[in-house]
């Protein structure tokens, strides 16, 4: 069955540093990386590079994660150094040592006192035992994991996988394998044969499950961490979008907030200062849009979330060299480039951080409104606009489906102070030439002498 896509670009990645850092070496995926194996790793880059749009993948992602929260804080039993040359044994390309079945007792006694000084002979035999070790090591979570599943409310793709598993280990080739302690020469060679011949796809099943595993136990220690919780996912006909305590797990001892967006109040407009929190904000928001779609827990007290299609983000755009492009130009393109995914798919989050910087007052002042005005006309979508031209919002209060909030400021012995608290209403507080003068920029100038 083929799911729709969550449409992301690679400018909202870099805004939300999903992959990529900016402050401090921190990153989303870094947040989350508790992995213990490099096919673990590789794969909760997958799930944050491809976030999903479809409510039966979601949901059963965010449980399984939850249910391993909840019943194996300590996630898997696993020797990373053995898994790891378990992975690298298993992709050679040389044929495995073929002992036919039909040996006979004698030509197995002429097996085991065989040279075992050859580098493929080393291979197979360090391979087959950290293999024997893994399977060991599967069988035993499964078995442990069979029983938590019988306490209920258990996800499905937890259930399904340990049936196989449990299954498998039913054969009586892995019968033998669960009580292996030595290993003769006759034994290495028989199971090397069938690791990566006879029953290879059966031990790439496993090491793709313990690399799924692995994975989701690294997502369920970060919620662990970091005070993650796991969102109330609502099917795509829902059109909300409610937090409560959201915050941006970079920052430490954050200051939480609430926001709320139905189809009727679907358009968020933040004036204020630079510096009150309106880009952390933005920030925070859209970080907590895009983990919810990849089913991972989210820097919030609460979420409820109906599912979207996309999201696009405007924090950290720059003029582009390589084509000429002015930050102004660049940011006409970006809402042009936005525009036409509303065209195609008109369920998605869009986030601008002070728009229109590029440009000048007035130009910035006439294209807020005109583009927040446009906006405003779409109710399937949300968006939330920040901007230091507070101007703007008198001309859009008419809009019955636009809050107006702002970053609250206080003053203590004539200095501001920042809240980080969203508060509603339009801000009147300007601060450039505090800013200017507390650095003394003015004076220093005025006291340069040719």
């Not at 947040?31 to 790793?41: A, D, P, R, V």
């Not at 909840?70 to 039993?77: M, Q």
């Not at 895009?290 to 405007?314: C, N, Q, R």
């Not at 006439?366 to 446009?374: E, K, L, M, N």
Request: proline share 3%; charged share 25%; aromatic share 12%.
């Amino acid at each position: 069955m083929k799911y729709m896509k969550f449409e992301v670009d690679s400018q909202t990645k870099k805004d939300l540093e999903i992959f990529e850092t900016v402050k401090e070496g921190l990153s989303v995926v870094g947040l989350f990386n508790h992995t213990q194996c490099i096919g673990g790793k590789k794969k909760l880059y997958e799930y944050l590079a491809n976030p999903l749009a479809d409510y039966k993948q979601i949901t059963e992602r965010k449980e399984t994660i939850a249910f391993f929260h909840k019943h194996f804080p300590n996630g898997l039993n696993l020797d990373k150094d053995a898994l790891d040359f378990t992975e690298y044994y298993l992709r050679q390309p040389d044929y495995p040592t073929r002992m036919p079945s039909w040996f006979t007792a004698i030509e197995k006694m002429i097996a085991d006192k065989i040279s075992t000084s050859s580098n493929e002979y080393y291979l197979a035999e360090k391979g087959v035992t950290s293999t024997v070790d893994l399977l060991k090591n599967i069988y035993q979570f499964s078995i442990a994991l069979a029983e938590k599943l019988k306490e209920g409310d258990a996800p499905v793709f937890l259930v399904k996988n340990n049936e196989i598993v449990l299954e498998l280990f039913q054969k009586e080739a892995y019968k033998e394998i669960k009580d292996m302690k030595k290993y003769k020469s006759y034994d290495i060679m028989r199971l090397d044969y069938m690791f990566r011949y006879t029953d290879k796809k059966h031990i790439h099943f496993f090491l793709d499950l313990v690399h799924e595993y692995d994975a989701l136990f690294a997502v369920a220690k970060a919620a662990a961490k970091y005070n993650l919780q796991y969102p109330d996912i609502l099917p795509e006909t829902e059109t909300v979008l409610d937090l409560e305590g959201l915050f941006h797990p970079f920052v430490e001892n954050a200051i939480s907030n609430d926001v709320h967006f139905d189809n009727q109040s679907n358009l968020l407009f933040i004036s204020g200062p630079n510096m009150a929190g309106k880009s952390t904000f933005l920030k925070a928001l859209g970080v907590a849009v895009y983990l919810a779609h990849a089913g991972f827990p989210v820097p919030a007290g609460k979420m409820k979330i109906g599912i979207l299609s996309g999201l696009s983000t405007t924090i950290n755009i720059s003029d582009n060299l390589s084509t000429g492009y002015s930050h102004f130009y660049a940011e006409v393109m970006r809402i042009k480039d936005v525009a036409h995914k509303l065209e195609a798919n008109n369920r998605i989050l869009v986030l601008f951080d002070e728009l229109f910087r590029g440009t000048n007052v007035k130009d910035a002042y006439d294209g807020t409104v005109a583009v927040v005005s446009a906006f405003a006309k779409i109710r399937t979508s949300f968006f939330v606009i920040s901007t230091h031209i507070v101007e703007a919002a008198k001309e859009l209060e008419s809009k019955a489906n636009i809050q107006f909030s702002y970053f609250d400021i206080k003053e203590e012995d004539g200095h501001p102070v920042y809240t980080y608290k969203l508060k509603e209403g339009v801000s009147d507080v300007r601060l450039g030439m505090y800013i200017i003068n507390k650095e003394g920029v003015i004076d220093l100038i005025n006291n340069i002498t040719n």
